[in-house]
């Protein structure tokens, strides 16, 4: 068995409770910034930083690390 699947098995359901918990506490005190906020900032504007982003040029397909390695066949 996986390792987390190994530790939850061992833990009490108020064990989990209070793990989930943790995990939400910390996400609920993250930061967060409004995406109109993130891109007024200059480097998302910048052609020469914008040309290099993947976002938003995109993935060239001999690069992309999620493509697809072969397709599906049905006879």
């Keep these: ?13 108020k064990d989990i409770l209070k793990m989930e918990l943790e995990q939400l506490q910390k996400e609920v005190s993250t930061h967060r910034t409004a995406v109109s906020i993130c891109y007024s900032i200059q480097p998302c504007k910048d052609p020469f930083l914008s040309a290099e982003d993947p976002l938003i040029k995109g993935v060239p397909e001999d690069k992309n690390p ?9 006879s």
């Design 1 to 13: 068995l996986p390792l987390i699947a190994k530790m939850a098995r061992d833990m009490t359901d």
């Design 66 to 74: 999620f493509k697809e390695k072969g397709g599906c066949i049905i």
